[in-house]
């Protein structure tokens, strides 16, 4: 009884929410507009309207119907009809209208009632789409949630009330990277842009120059890095071969695809600048990297007047230079990828330098295209809770005159509430001063139904508790949920969680359509409490247990396990991470791990010593940590030992001779960190703790450059020995190959939990 009076209420909530909106945009006095079945309108969409003002006429017919159920009846000759509706410009006659339609941007368009006409209108057939999009949503109730989901109210009539608005946006070019991203109906429906005008899309060093082709025979055209040229790494821009190179080719694709206006011409995603002693000077010159960068982008530029050339400040070019400016046609794509999102930009100490070089290329330039992160990359399927930062942060960006706004989501992958967020992000890149709660209770309250309250308190939940630790704990974009265990993902708080899930999910059993949307917002709190259970070391909730002195899995916590795979087949929601990892790969490395560790391992952790120092910024507890039956996770900064430049050796010495017949550890693989597996590694033992042979041993090739992060698990069989010591020796590469960006510097071995059996 009490879920069923708290839907009610938050239903209550939602019809008040609407009804105030309505009311504060419209209430002008005079007579109402009413569009209603019965009725004939004059229709006028000019002499010869373009496509898409024929297809704004064919939707507004088209939502008339689905939320009446009766088509629009058109009037013909007779002069009795109901009233007239204009979609577009070119048959408005009212010359003081038309004024204002002409003054509008290409995206902005008018919205007036007045009781006889109503006028739905742009300056051009888009902008005529979204008047209509916005009408629909905004006087008959309807919602577009995402690709291929909507909301249509049923009602016997629209009453639009007396309103004359121009509706402009905030920023000229709008995108939310989110699922959504590719659909017309959506994208139309919450008036964002696409990428239609672009030629090439960032990081197009490679295509523009590629390594295959030149860096054998050039190599002076790449960066010099460490005293050596590397093919991966940026180019020498410092040499004028190179800026003639890039022109040359970025000439031929403008002739291939010559009604592109914007043309990328961008640095790597790396960091590898040139050293040499011509760029280095370039670089005093400008008082940064990126003054170079900028100084490349105005002399292609120069060739191609009709162009935006495109070029990143991210990572170490985001410092704006000093003594140049951006020309006219050249376009600063601005990156925040480094920032902190657990507080708003401007108001975190941490943000600082940041808000100092966005004001600072601002007063360079305001051809920016701002590019955000707005999810957490390495694990989309861990909750997030950033929704407080977004609205500041957008209105921060609109300050400084930021015209371009790209929002990175997930893009085609499901992140932690992404239907959410991929709305509530699309409306505020038209208009950041809306109401940013009622957005949410507006789509929480339609899209979950009978489960909103408890969708929406899962949502308070995770936010009140990263607020409240928002000034100690960044909410990084490559964090992983044990981040967050003493924060917003404590046991406590993720089993408050659950709870509220378990609740939505019975609010929704008679209802397969918002069951669906229920399951799926529950797939980042069931792996926050799998990886919860799994790392932090907890007893209270472990995939461990212990009876009888032994160590058993939890059939509870592989149950969960299980139904979290589950849910995954059934939702359709395939990757955890940027790089694909998959939910039955996940569940594939949780039970490997858990495997080992109620294996009995004869290797405790006062028995192990490291023979070679573990680098200090990665020795964790020191070498006790490899047998202390928490695991390193799928990133370095997360329970491993790390080793740089230095083989691995390890003793394991135990108090009396104990039988041993096999040993196994894991290696982590990271060759963007300059992580890489071991060459060889060889197990020897010792019965008197003086003689060693050796038992087993293993090489293992090293693959060329790949970007994913994966916990390598390795075991060695050998015939049953008598051991009082054992050593493992694991073979580093101790330098990146020639092929690797980091080529002649010094590479790591990362290890961690070590059994013996």
Same mark, same amino acid.
């Given at each position: 009884m009490k879920a069923r009076n708290q839907v009610s209420g938050w239903l209550r909530l939602i019809t008040l929410i609407l009804t105030v909106n309505a009311i504060t945009v419209s209430c002008t006095g005079g007579k109402k507009f009413i569009l209603q079945p019965g009725h004939k309108y004059h229709i006028v969409a000019g002499e010869e309207p373009d496509s898409l003002t024929l297809k704004a006429v064919s939707e507004l017919e088209k939502y008339f119907y689905l939320v009446t159920s009766e088509p629009l009846l058109k009037a013909g000759d007779e002069a009795k009809n109901h009233g007239t509706i204009f979609i577009g410009r070119s048959g408005i006659t009212d010359s003081t209208i038309l004024k204002e339609v002409n003054g509008l941007s290409k995206d902005g368009f008018l919205v007036v009632s007045d009781g006889n006409k109503?006028?739905?209108?742009?300056?051009?057939?888009?902008?005529?789409?979204?008047?209509?999009?916005?009408?629909?949503?905004?006087?008959?109730?309807?919602?577009?949630?995402?690709?291929?989901?909507?909301?249509?109210?049923?009602?016997?009539?629209?009453?639009i009330?007396?309103?004359?608005?121009?509706s402009e946006p905030a920023f000229s070019f709008r995108v939310a990277h989110f699922p959504g991203r590719n659909s017309i109906p959506f994208t139309d429906w919450n008036r964002l842009s696409t990428f239609d005008d672009w030629g090439m899309f960032v990081h197009t060093f490679p295509r523009l120059l590629p390594p295959s082709e030149y860096f054998a025979s050039h190599p002076e055209y790449f960066s010099l890095v460490n005293g050596r040229r590397i093919r991966d790494g940026q180019l020498? /821009?410092?040499?004028?071969?190179?800026?003639?190179?890039?022109?040359?080719?970025?000439?031929?694709?403008?002739?291939?695809?010559?009604?592109?206006?914007? #043309?990328?011409?961008?640095?790597?995603?790396?960091?590898?600048?040139?050293?040499?002693?011509?760029?280095?000077?370039?670089?005093?010159?400008?008082?940064?990297?990126?003054?170079?960068?900028?100084?490349?982008?105005?002399?292609?530029?120069?060739? @191609?007047?009709?162009?935006?050339?495109?070029?990143?400040?991210?990572?170490?070019?985001?410092?704006?230079?000093?003594?140049?400016? &951006?020309?006219?046609?050249?376009?600063?794509? !601005?990156?925040?990828?480094?920032?902190?999102?657990?507080?708003?930009?401007?108001?975190?100490?941490?943000?600082?330098?940041?808000?100092?070089? /966005?004001?600072? #290329?601002?007063?360079?330039?305001?051809?920016? @295209?701002? #590019?955000?992160?707005?999810?957490?990359?390495?694990?989309?399927?861990?909750?997030?809770?950033?929704?407080?930062?977004?609205?500041?942060?957008?209105? /921060?960006?609109?300050?400084?005159?930021?015209?371009?706004?790209?929002?990175?989501?997930?893009?085609?992958?499901?992140?932690?509430?992404?239907?959410?967020?991929? =709305?509530?992000?699309?409306?505020?890149?038209?208009?950041?001063?809306?109401?940013?709660?009622?957005?949410?209770?507006?789509?929480?309250?339609?899209? =979950?139904?009978?489960?909103?309250?408890?969708?929406?308190?899962? !949502?308070?939940?995770?936010?009140?508790?990263?607020?409240?630790a928002a000034a100690r704990q960044n909410l990084d974009i490559y964090g992983l949920p044990s981040y967050y265990f003493s924060t917003f993902l404590t046991r406590d708080l993720v089993s408050q969680y659950r709870d509220q899930m378990d609740m939505a999910e019975q609010a929704a059993a008679?209802?397969?359509?918002?069951?669906?949307?229920?399951?799926?917002?529950?797939? &980042?709190?069931?792996?926050?409490?799998?990886?919860?259970?799994?790392?932090?070391?907890?007893? *209270?909730?472990?995939?461990?247990?212990?009876?009888?002195?032994?160590?058993?899995?939890?059939?509870?916590?592989?149950?969960?396990?299980?139904?979290?795979?589950?849910?995954?087949?059934?939702?359709?929601?395939?990757?955890?991470?940027?790089?694909?990892?998959?939910?039955?790969?996940?569940?594939?490395?949780?039970?490997?791990?858990?495997?080992m560790?109620?294996?009995?391992?004869?290797?405790?952790?006062?028995?192990?010593?490291?023979?070679?120092?573990?680098?200090?910024?990665?020795?964790?507890?020191? *070498?006790?940590? /490899?047998?202390?039956?928490?695991?390193?996770?799928?990133?370095?900064?997360?329970?491993?030992?790390? =080793?740089?430049?230095?083989?691995?050796?390890?003793?394991?010495?135990?108090?009396?001779?104990?039988n041993v017949s096999r040993v196994s550890m894991n290696f982590l693989c990271d060759h963007v960190s300059w992580i890489f597996l071991p060459e060889e590694v060889k197990i020897e033992v010792s019965a008197d703790g003086r003689n060693f042979i050796a038992v087993a041993s293993r090489k293992y090739p090293t693959i060329r450059f790949d970007q994913d992060i994966t916990p390598v698990y390795m075991q060695f069989d050998f015939p049953q020995t008598a051991a009082s010591k054992i050593r493992i020796t694991a073979v580093s590469l101790k330098k990146c190959p020639e092929w690797h960006r980091g080529a002649g510097m010094p590479s790591w071995i990362f290890c961690d939990e070590i059994l013996v059996e």
């Open positions: 109503l006028i739905l209108a742009g300056n051009n057939g888009q902008s005529d789409l979204y008047a209509v999009y916005a009408f629909l949503e905004e006087f008959a109730g309807c919602l577009r949630f995402t690709s291929d989901e909507e909301y249509i109210p049923q009602a016997r009539r629209i009453e009330p007396p309103v004359h608005r121009v020498c /821009l410092s040499n004028p071969e190179v800026i003639s190179i890039l022109t040359e080719n970025l000439g031929k694709l403008i002739a291939e695809d010559p009604d592109k206006t914007y #043309w990328s011409v961008s640095q790597n995603d790396c960091i590898n600048y040139c050293e040499c002693d011509d760029c280095k000077k370039l670089y005093e010159k400008y008082g940064s990297v990126s003054g170079v960068y900028v100084e490349m982008a105005n002399r292609i530029a120069e060739k @191609f007047p009709e162009r935006q050339i495109s070029t990143l400040a991210y990572q170490f070019t985001r410092q704006a230079p000093r003594n140049i400016v &951006p020309a006219s046609n050249v376009n600063i794509m !601005f990156c925040s990828i480094e920032c902190n999102r657990s507080m708003p930009l401007a108001d975190d100490p941490r943000s600082a330098g940041f808000v100092k070089d /966005l004001s600072d #290329w601002s007063r360079l330039t305001h051809n920016i @295209f701002m #590019w955000d992160y707005v999810v957490q990359f390495r694990t989309y399927l861990s909750p997030f809770p950033n929704f407080r930062t977004i609205q500041p942060n957008i209105q /921060l960006f609109r300050q400084y005159g930021i015209p371009m706004m790209f929002q990175q989501g997930s893009g085609g992958s499901w992140s932690d509430l992404t239907e959410l967020k991929q =709305y509530y992000i699309s409306k505020l890149l038209w208009n950041p001063d809306l109401d940013g709660d009622s957005l949410i209770n507006r789509f929480i309250g339609t899209y =979950y139904g009978a489960a909103a309250p408890f969708i929406r308190k899962y !949502f308070d939940l995770s936010h009140d508790a990263m607020q409240k008679n209802d397969s359509t918002i069951l669906s949307r229920v399951l799926r917002a529950r797939m &980042p709190v069931d792996f926050a409490w799998l990886d919860y259970a799994l790392n932090a070391g907890d007893s *209270a909730l472990s995939f461990i247990t212990y009876s009888g002195g032994e160590k058993k899995l939890n059939e509870g916590m592989i149950e969960s396990l299980d139904r979290f795979v589950e849910n995954s087949e059934k939702t359709g929601i395939e990757t955890i991470s940027e790089h694909g990892y998959t939910v039955k790969e996940y569940r594939d490395h949780v039970m490997r791990l858990t495997g560790a109620i294996r009995n391992n004869k290797a405790r952790p006062e028995y192990i010593r490291s023979l070679t120092p573990i680098d200090p910024g990665y020795a964790d507890m020191g *070498a006790a940590c /490899l047998a202390d039956g928490i695991f390193g996770g799928r990133t370095f900064s997360s329970g491993w030992l790390g =080793y740089q430049g230095e083989d691995m050796i390890l003793e394991i010495s135990t108090p009396s001779p104990v």
